[in-house]
C-alpha cells in the first residue's frame, strides 16, 4: 500500500533544472505580486534591457519564474537574431492554459523602451486581438473534466509575430536592446476531442459555447433560430442537465457576452456571427434526433421523432425528406449500378454522431482561419508582408503524458506527441553536447542516452502501428482484434511492444519514455477510419448554411478525387486516416520547431482537491519522472559533468599550483590549451578519475576544459585548503604588523614604569634625603634618562595622546602599590623613625599622581613629553639614577630601521605574495563562490577589513 505524502509550501513555485523551468501553477492566484507589474518591469529590466547586453552576470539576481522564460526568449529574439519557442506541457489541470496566457501578456507588453512604456496606439488593437483570441479558443475547444472546470480538450501552436528593429537604428536611438513591436499572430490547432460532442461523463461538461449559447438572451436567440428560444440544457440530449458552472467569476450567460465581444475583434459579427451559432445550433439538434427500429422490419432505422427532424431540417434548409433519407439509408455503387441501403440502428446512430462530430471540428477549424485572417500580420501589413520578414516566438500549449486505467485511441495519439516532444528534448540536450565536444575537437566515444527512436520506430515505421492500423482500416471488415493479431506478431521481437498473457485479444502494451501503459484497441480502427457516409456529404452540401455547406462541400471533393479502384484491381491505399493525418501534422510541428531556440516549461499538479498551499510529494514526483526531469539531470553527467572556460580554469587554480608550475605558464605562448595543460597536469596528477588510473581527468578543448566526475571537486577541495593556509598566514602577517606598530609606545611607557619601580626599591631614607637637592634643580626627562622627545612614526592627536597618558600612569599606580606591599630586596631592617619619614612622601606622591591622572581628562596638551615636564615641576618624587646607555632611543633606531629593511611583502614566502595579488586583482572581478563555507569573498573581506 502506498501512502500519499503532503506537504505545505509557500514559495518555490518554480525552479529550474538544466533548460526546464518547473512550474506549480495550481496556488499561485493566492499569492499576491507574483505576476504583477512591478514583477514584471523586474525581470524586463534585468534580463532584457541591461545594461551592456550582459545577461550572464545578471540571471543570478532574479529568481525562476515564468517571467524569465519569455523575457529571455524575447532577449534571443532582439539581440541574437534567432526564432524561439517555448513548448508548455504537463497533465491536464496542471495550469498549461494560464501559463501560456501569461507569457503571451508578458511579450506582448514589451513595447516601449525598457520595457515601461505603454505600447503604440497603432498596435493597441493587434495586440487587444492577438490577446483575446485566446477566450475565443477557450469558449470553443475547452471543457469542464473531473480534474479542471476549464480543460483544454486540443493542443495548440501559437507564432507570435514581431517587427524586429534593426541593430543600427537602436543603436542611433539609444536603445541597449532593438525593439520588437507585436505585429500579429498565427494559429494552428492538433487533435480537438471530437466525441467530447457526442458524449461526456456524467459530472463532466461537453464544450463551453454549447452552454454559453443555450444561456444567452432570448432575443439573441430568436435572432440565431426560433427553435432556440426558450431552451435549457436538459434540452439537448448532448448537452444534458448539469449545474451551472462559473469561470473566472462569471456566469455561461456573461461568458456568453465576452465571446460575442472577442468575436467582433476578429471580425465576426451579424451574418458571419448568425452562421457560426446555427451550425452550433445544427450540432445540439442532432442530438436529439432519436433513432429507433422500424415496426415492419427490425433491422432497419428510422426516426421516431419527426419533430426533431422537421426542427433540424429548418435549421439547415434543406428538405425534410432528403434529411430522413441521409440519416438512415446509405448508397452502395457496384460498378456503374447505385443501390439505396436501409441502415440498421446503430449505424444510424454512428452517422448522426459521425456527422454531428464533423460539423463541430468544421466550424472550430473555420473559427481558428478567421482567427487568424484577422491576427495575422501577413494580412494587417499586406503591403509589406511581402518585403518584412518577421520575427517569431512560438508557444505550444500540447497535452501531456496520460496513462490511465482504461486507454483509449485518444491517449495513444497524446503519448504520442510526447514521445516526439521527448525525442527533440533529447536532440537538444544530449546530442548537442556531443556536437559541442566535437566542436572543440575532444576525441570522446559516443555518449550514451536514453533515446526513445525504439519507441517511434513501433508507432511510425514502415511496419509500425499506424501503418498497420491504416490497412486494417482499408480492409473490407477490418476489426480491432485482426489489427491487434498482425500488430503483435509483426512487431514480436520489438522489445517495447509488450505482449502478457493476461491481455484481452484487442489489448496491448508500450513501454513509453514516462512508463508502461496498456491501451484497450476497442475503436482504434472505427476511430482511425473518422468516415462520414456519403449521402450526409451530399445532403451538407445542400444546406443553407454556408459555413457548413462550404466545409463539407470542401471534405467531399476530397474524398471524390481520391484514387479509385482499377477495374480488376484493388483499391490504392489512399484514405487520410486520423493517424496519418496527425503524423503529418506533427512532423511539420517539429519541423518549424527544429528552426528554433527552445526552451521547456513542464506544469505540475500539485494536489488533486485544487486547494492552495498543498503538495502531494509521490504524485508531483510521478509528474517529473513522466516529463523526463530525472533523466536529463542524471544522463548528462555520465561523460563530463562540469566544464569551465580556459580563462577561468587558469585565474581558478593557478593560486596553488607550485613555483615550477606558475613559471612555465609565464613562459608559454597565450594559448589556454597549452596553459591548462600545464596547470591541470599537475594539480591532477593524483586524482583517479572514476578509479580508472587510464582514464585521464580531464579534456581541454579549443574554448573550454572538461572535467570527469568527481575531477572539479577535487580541485575546489585543494584550493579551499590553499586558500585557507595563506588566509591564516596573511591574518599573522597583519598581528604581526599591528604588533610590531605599537611597540614603540610600551616601550616608552615600559620604561617610565620601570623608573618608578627602582625608585621604590632603593633603601634608606638618607638616599632620598640627598635626593632632594638635585630634584629641585633638575627634570623628569633628566631623571629618565631621556634627553629628547622621540619622534613618534605616526603623529597621534591630542585626545589620543590624553587617553595613552592617562592609561600609562594608572598603570604606574598599581605597580607602585605592589611594590609597597612586595619589596624586591631585603635591605637592613627600618626603623619606626625611617618609616614615620617616608610616609609623608608616600602619601605626597600618590596625591600628585591622582592630580596628573585628573588634569589629563581636562588640560589641553601638545605632546606627552611637555605635559610631563610640565606636572613634573610640581611633584617631589625620588627618582632612579640614570642609565649608562639611553635605552630607549636605542630600540627606536632599531625598530625604524627594521621597518625601513624589512617591508611586510618582502619578508614572507613567493607563493603569499602571488596569493595577495590575485587577491588584489579578484576585488573587482566576478569571484566564482564554491560550497565550502570558507570562500574566496569571505576569505578577501577578512584579510581587507
Same mark, same amino acid.
Given at each position: ?60 539576481? *532574479? ?21 524561439? &519557442? ?6 491536464? $489541470? ?19 523602451? #525598457? ?7 497603432? $498596435? ?24 479542471? @472546470? ?88 448532448? *448537452? ?13 450567460? %456573461? ?14 459579427? @451579424? ?38 427532424? #422537421? ?44 456527422? +454531428? ?12 482561419? &478567421? ?12 503591403? *509589406? ?11 505550444? @500549449? ?34 548537442? *553536447? ?35 492500423? /491504416? ?86 471533393? +476530397? ?56 503538495? /502531494? ?24 559533468? /562540469? ?16 613555483? #615550477? ?31 580508472? %588510473? ?18 572539479? %571537486?577535487?580541485?575546489? $577541495? ?55 637637592? $638635585? ?17 613618534? =612614526? ?45 610616609? =609623608? ?20 596638551? /601638545? ?36 621597518k625601513i629593511d624589512s617591508p611586510l611583502l618582502k619578508a614572507h614566502s613567493p607563493s603569499v605574495r602571488f596569493f595577495l595579488e590575485d587577491v588584489l586583482q579578484e576585488r573587482n572581478s566576478p569571484i566564482i563562490t564554491t560550497t565550502s563555507p570558507h570562500t574566496t569573498h569571505q576569505i578577501r573581506d577578512e584579510i581587507f577589513l
Amino acid at each position: 500500500m502506498t501512502t500519499e505524502r503532503t506537504t505545505t509550501f509557500y514559495t518555490f513555485l518554480f525552479f529550474s533544472v538544466t533548460c526546464y523551468l518547473i512550474c506549480s501553477n495550481l496556488v499561485t492566484q493566492w499569492i499576491d505580486g507574483l505576476y504583477s507589474n512591478q514583477r514584471r518591469l523586474e525581470y524586463t529590466q534585468k534580463l532584457i534591457f541591461c545594461e551592456g547586453g550582459r545577461y550572464s552576470d545578471l540571471k543570478s539576481e *532574479v529568481e525562476p519564474h515564468i517571467y524569465e522564460t519569455s523575457s529571455l526568449a524575447y532577449r534571443g529574439l532582439a539581440v541574437d537574431g534567432h526564432r524561439q &519557442s517555448i513548448l508548455v506541457s504537463g497533465e491536464s $489541470s496542471a495550469g498549461k492554459t494560464e501559463t501560456v496566457k501569461i507569457i503571451m501578456s508578458h511579450l506582448a507588453s514589451i513595447q516601449g523602451p #525598457e520595457g515601461s512604456n505603454p505600447p503604440p496606439s497603432s $498596435s493597441s488593437t493587434v495586440i487587444k486581438r492577438v490577446l483575446d483570441s485566446n477566450p475565443l479558443l477557450e469558449a470553443f475547444g475547452n471543457a469542464k473534466t473531473v480534474r479542471n @472546470d476549464n480543460s483544454s480538450r486540443f493542443g495548440k501552436f501559437i507564432q507570435l509575430q514581431f517587427d524586429v528593429e534593426n541593430t543600427t537604428s537602436a543603436f542611433f536611438s539609444g536603445g541597449a536592446v532593438p525593439r520588437c513591436v507585436l505585429a500579429g499572430s498565427n494559429c494552428e490547432t492538433y487533435l480537438l476531442e471530437k466525441s467530447r460532442v457526442v458524449e461526456h461523463k456524467d459530472s463532466e461538461r461537453t464544450y463551453h459555447i454549447f452552454y454559453q449559447l443555450i444561456a444567452a438572451p432570448d432575443d439573441f436567440k430568436a435572432q440565431v433560430w426560433d427553435g432556440l428560444v426558450g431552451t435549457t440544457n436538459s434540452s439537448f440530449r448532448y *448537452v444534458g442537465d448539469c449545474e451551472p458552472l462559473t469561470l473566472d467569476g462569471l456566469t455561461d450567460a %456573461e461568458q456568453f457576452q465576452k465571446t460575442v465581444n472577442a468575436l467582433s475583434l476578429v471580425n465576426i459579427t @451579424d451574418n458571419k456571427l448568425n452562421t457560426l451559432m446555427r451550425a452550433i445550433c445544427t450540432v445540439l439538434q442532432l442530438g436529439n434526433i432519436a433513432i429507433a427500429p422500424d415496426s415492419s422490419d427490425n433491422e432497419k432505422a428510422c426516426i421516431n421523432s419527426q419533430d426533431e427532424l #422537421e426542427k433540424l431540417a429548418e435549421l439547415m434548409g434543406i428538405d425534410v425528406e432528403d434529411a430522413n433519407k441521409a440519416l438512415t439509408t446509405r448508397t452502395i455503387t457496384a460498378g456503374r449500378d447505385s443501390y439505396i441501403v436501409p441502415m440498421k440502428v446503430e449505424e444510424s446512430r454512428d452517422s448522426i454522431e459521425a456527422f +454531428a462530430k464533423e460539423i463541430y471540428q468544421r466550424a472550430f477549424d473555420w473559427l481558428v482561419r &478567421s482567427i487568424n485572417d484577422a491576427t495575422s500580420a501577413e494580412h494587417i501589413y499586406e503591403n *509589406v508582408a511581402d518585403v518584412v520578414e518577421f520575427g517569431l516566438i512560438g508557444l505550444l @500549449d500540447i497535452f501531456g503524458f496520460e496513462s490511465f486505467n482504461n486507454n483509449r485511441f485518444e491517449q495513444f495519439c497524446i503519448n504520442y506527441a510526447n514521445e516526439k516532444f521527448q525525442q527533440k528534448y533529447t536532440l537538444d540536450i544530449f546530442r548537442s *553536447v556531443q556536437d559541442e565536444y566535437t566542436r572543440e575537437g575532444i576525441d570522446l566515444d559516443e555518449i550514451t542516452y536514453s533515446d526513445n527512436s525504439e519507441v517511434l520506430k513501433l508507432i511510425e515505421g514502415r511496419m509500425g502501428l499506424i501503418s498497420i492500423l /491504416n490497412e486494417e482500416c482499408i480492409r473490407p471488415n477490418g476489426n480491432d482484434a485482426c489489427f491487434i493479431s498482425k500488430l503483435k506478431k509483426v512487431n514480436k521481437d520489438v522489445s517495447v511492444l509488450v505482449d502478457e498473457r493476461l491481455h484481452c485479444p484487442t489489448e496491448f502494451g508500450i513501454d513509453h519514455y514516462a512508463g508502461h501503459v496498456k491501451y484497450n484497441a476497442d475503436m482504434f480502427v472505427k476511430k482511425n477510419t473518422d468516415l462520414l457516409p456519403k449521402d450526409l456529404l451530399d445532403c451538407a452540401c445542400k444546406s443553407s448554411n454556408d459555413l457548413i455547406c462550404t466545409e463539407l462541400k470542401a471534405k467531399a471533393d +476530397a474524398s471524390a478525387a481520391a484514387p479509385k479502384a482499377a477495374p480488376g484491381g484493388r483499391a490504392k491505399k489512399s484514405i487520410l486516416t486520423v493517424g496519418t493525418k496527425f503524423r503529418t501534422q506533427l512532423t511539420s510541428l517539429m519541423a518549424n520547431i527544429s528552426k528554433t531556440r527552445t526552451r521547456y516549461v513542464r506544469c505540475i499538479r500539485p494536489n488533486t482537491e485544487s486547494v492552495p498551499i498543498k503538495m /502531494n510529494l509521490s504524485s508531483s514526483a510521478e509528474q517529473l519522472r513522466s516529463v523526463g526531469v530525472v533523466s536529463a539531470v542524471i544522463i548528462p553527467r555520465v561523460a563530463f559533468p /562540469n566544464r569551465l572556460t580556459h580563462e577561468a580554469a587558469i585565474q581558478r587554480f593557478r593560486c596553488f599550483a607550485s613555483a #615550477e608550475a606558475r613559471h612555465k605558464l609565464g613562459t608559454l605562448a597565450n594559448t589556454g590549451k597549452e596553459q591548462v595543460d600545464v596547470l591541470l597536469g599537475e594539480l591532477l596528477k593524483d586524482f583517479k578519475a572514476n578509479g580508472e %588510473e587510464d582514464k585521464k581527468s580531464y579534456e581541454s578543448g579549443k574554448t573550454r576544459v572538461y572535467f570527469r566526475t568527481g575531477a572539479l %571537486e577535487h580541485l575546489e $577541495s585543494k584550493r579551499i585548503k590553499a586558500m585557507s593556509e595563506h588566509a591564516s598566514n596573511i591574518n599573522k602577517m597583519i598581528r604581526g604588523f599591528i604588533a610590531r606598530a605599537s611597540f614603540p609606545r610600551l616601550r616608552e611607557k615600559a620604561i617610565a614604569a620601570q623608573a618608578l619601580a627602582r625608585e621604590e626599591r632603593m633603601e634608606g631614607k638618607s638616599h632620598r634625603n640627598t635626593s632632594q637637592s $638635585s630634584l629641585q634643580n633638575g627634570s623628569f626627562s633628566s631623571c629618565i634618562g631621556v634627553t629628547s622627545t622621540p619622534k613618534s =612614526p605616526r603623529p597621534k592627536s591630542p585626545r589620543r595622546q590624553r587617553k595613552s597618558l592617562k592609561c600609562a600612569l594608572d598603570r604606574l599606580k598599581q605597580t607602585l602599590k605592589r611594590q609597597k606591599t612586595t619589596p624586591l630586596s631585603q635591605p637592613s631592617k627600618p626603623t619606626s623613625a625611617t618609616l614615620s619619614a617616608s610616609e =609623608p612622601n608616600c602619601h605626597r606622591r600618590d596625591k600628585n599622581l591622582l592630580s596628573i591622572s585628573k588634569d589629563l581628562s581636562k588640560a589641553p596638551i /601638545n605632546t606627552p613629553f611637555e605635559l610631563l615636564e610640565q606636572k613634573w615641576q610640581q611633584t617631589k618624587i625620588t627618582p632612579f639614577p640614570p642609565s649608562k646607555n639611553n635605552t630607549y632611543n636605542s630600540l627606536e633606531q632599531k625598530w625604524r630601521q627594521m621597518k625601513i629593511d624589512s617591508p611586510l611583502l618582502k619578508a614572507h614566502s613567493p607563493s603569499v605574495r602571488f596569493f595577495l595579488e590575485d587577491v588584489l586583482q579578484e576585488r573587482n572581478s566576478p569571484i566564482i563562490t564554491t560550497t565550502s563555507p570558507h570562500t574566496t569573498h569571505q576569505i578577501r573581506d577578512e584579510i581587507f577589513l
